[in-house]
């Protein structure tokens, strides 16, 4: 009935503004122009060999650059679009990926494997983030049997019992980091959302589970929609309400966990980007979730170049950043969505 | 059509329905009377799915009910909730365009037929200048209107209504109880409908179930359910029944003097 055309190419301008955005600047400028070229030259190389400082510039672009950008784009996506779920699957505006436990979950157990050493063994650079997802779906396991009434779950229960267990998790990470020495700072810096790890060995990694948990959301607009009238009402307009509960549960679990592993604990992004989507554009969760993973995306990678920017040469972690911009602007949100029928 | 056998529903140890026994033919209103407590709620709560009988059977063209996926048991009957819980944020049109959500396909889409289903029905439900009104700006008449066309988007042959007049005043009273009996005229379609006012359930219904502690106390024409010795017994309370003068309806009074 309405015009969808330009919610999406808004966001997408916004997202491609902020890839450009992330490939072009940190230490070193690169100009758009040169990007150009480093692009042609990338896709197909000329004849002739670089100028030294042009390879140099290529190296930045292609090893460092364009593998942060895709990483924090897909956190941003992953993060926005599964806070976009569980805020619809709750019928609750104050729902996020750090809701049902997720992402402390993934926290303690990123910790516990560094206070450990894991980073150190067999398992190599995957230790943390191995430890941090199973963290994270033990966590959701745990808030899930907790919250269960026979065959069904309350949404109250389930947020009470992710409020607390989620504030047990916490207090295991804080604990563990307090009595830690060495690591400590390392595990500081990751909780905070600042990325450890750099080239594509993250990208690839995380791709995989990011396509599967945002491909499945995707397909579950419809599904979210009929949920706010209620589980009762759902399932008797024809929804298989608990098979739909588990699959957005285990989709969006999967996607912050993974987004979680490799990024670290980035707050905000999953409570205010669904938010500002519905603000802006729509209420109806077919476009809500694409509009978000795509915002998310482009709202992030700017986050990102602000942490890279503003006390450089020192790179701050980004969930700094949007927890300072964020938080201001979401009381902003609640205040307006008060006069309004948003929920 | 519909055929209710021995049901008996609980939850836990307690029992709320024992042993009922009902039937329901295309083109008839029944009217599910009660005090509270009876079991009324529970009886349509059961027949949509919400809740597992512990024993009995329903059937109903053909289908075991309990057999059935929410989806399939959504094409056969529709229920009309009662209009105080509604989302704010969709409009009108996506409200009713939810009614279709058994007959999609596994990634929502809505074709140009679901968009003419939505539309008629909101146009016998007199909703469709509504259409693009966020749910949370209209009225209880009109979201309780919305809710009967969200129902018949959902084109069931049977309709469980539960009690829907509930918030309304009495002008959208009547208004929606005509528009429901000139469905089931119409369309031969089957409603169940949980009422209160006694009198409503004398003026539009064609049988009426009087319900006391899960029980089945009597199932007839309003005339013959209608009684003030049924009545003042099921309800604890000394009741007046009058007749009217040119249908011969009953008429219910609380006692004078």
Redesign the interface.
């Known amino acids: 009935?309405k015009n969808t055309a330009r919610p999406y190419m808004s966001s997408f301008l916004l997202l491609v503004g902020a890839l450009l955005l992330s490939v072009a600047v940190g230490s070193v400028f690169i100009p758009p122009i040169t990007l150009f070229r480093l692009f042609i030259n990338g896709v197909a190389p000329a004849a002739r060999p670089l100028a030294e400082d042009t390879a140099t510039l290529s190296t930045i672009l292609f090893s460092l650059r364009l593998p942060r950008t895709a990483l924090v784009a897909m956190t941003g996506a992953a993060l926005a679009g599964s806070g976009t779920a569980y805020q619809g699957l709750f019928?609750n505006p104050l729902a996020d990926p750090y809701l049902i436990g997720v992402a402390s979950g993934a926290g303690l157990g990123a910790v516990l494997a560094m206070s450990a050493n894991w980073p150190y063994t067999s398992l190599g650079m995957l230790g943390v983030p191995l430890a941090a997802f199973l963290g994270a779906v033990l966590t959701v396991a745990a808030v899930y049997q907790l919250a269960r009434v026979r065959r069904t779950i309350p949404t109250t229960n389930l947020i009470l019992a992710g409020v607390a267990v989620s504030s047990f998790a916490t207090a295991i990470t804080s604990f563990l980091m307090i009595n830690s020495t060495g690591e400590m700072r390392r595990a500081l810096v990751w909780l905070l959302g600042g990325s450890t790890m750099t080239g594509w060995q993250p990208v690839v990694a995380l791709l995989p589970y990011i396509t599967l948990g945002l491909g499945t959301l995707v397909?579950m607009?419809?599904?979210l929609?009929?949920l706010?009238?209620?589980d009762?009402?759902a399932?008797?307009?024809?929804?298989?309400?608990q098979r739909v509960r588990v699959t957005i549960i285990l989709a969006a679990s999967l996607t912050t966990a993974a987004a979680v592993s490799f990024s670290g604990v980035i707050g905000f992004v999953g409570l205010i980007v669904p938010h500002l989507v519905?603000l802006v554009w729509s209420?109806?969760y077919?476009h809500m979730l694409p509009l978000s993973m795509i915002s998310g995306a482009g709202l992030l990678l700017i986050a990102d170049v602000l942490a890279r920017v503003v006390m450089a040469p020192q790179e701050l972690p980004v969930g700094i950043i949007t927890a300072l911009a964020g938080a201001p602007f979401f009381l902003w949100v609640l205040r307006r969505a008060k006069q309004q029928?948003?929920? | 059509m519909l055929e209710i056998k021995n049901l008996c529903v609980g939850y836990g140890e307690r029992l709320v329905l024992h042993g009922l026994n009902l039937e329901l033919p295309a083109g008839q209103i029944l009217g599910v009377i009660g005090p509270n407590g009876a079991g009324k709620s529970t009886l349509i709560?059961t027949l949509?799915?919400?809740l597992a009988p512990q024993s009995g059977q329903m059937h109903f063209m053909g289908h075991n009910l309990p057999q059935l996926?929410?989806?399939q048991?959504?094409?056969l009957?529709?229920?009309v909730?009662q209009a105080n819980?509604?989302?704010?944020?969709?409009?009108a049109?996506?409200t009713v365009l939810?009614?279709r959500?058994?007959?999609?396909n596994?990634?929502?889409?809505t074709s140009a037929h679901d968009e003419e289903i939505v539309r008629q029905a909101m146009q016998r439900t007199d909703t469709l200048e509504l259409?693009?009104r966020?749910?949370?700006?209209l009225s209880g008449g009109e979201q309780q209107r919305l809710l009967l066309a969200?129902a018949l988007a959902?084109a069931a042959p049977l309709l469980l209504m539960d009690e829907p007049t509930a918030h309304l005043d009495l002008q959208y009273q009547y208004n929606l109880l005509q528009q429901v009996r000139d469905l089931v005229d119409r369309e031969r379609l089957a409603v169940m409908i949980v009422l209160h006012d006694l009198n409503l359930v004398s003026r539009y219904t064609d049988r009426v179930a009087l319900l006391v502690k899960g029980e089945l106390r009597a199932l007839g024409s309003p005339k013959e359910v209608l009684t003030a010795d049924l009545l003042s017994q099921a309800y604890h309370t000394p009741l007046q029944v009058l007749s009217l003068e040119k249908s011969g309806l009953p008429y219910i009074l609380p006692p004078v003097g």
């Open positions: 009935m019928r397909t607009g419809h599904a929609n009929v706010q009238f209620g009762e009402q399932q008797q307009l024809g929804l298989p309400v519905r209420s109806d077919r029928h948003f929920w | 709560r949509s799915g919400i996926t929410p989806t048991r959504a094409r009957i529709a229920v909730p819980q509604l989302p704010p944020a969709f409009t049109w996506e939810m009614g959500t058994a007959h999609l596994w990634l929502g889409q259409a693009d966020r749910v949370g700006e969200r959902q």
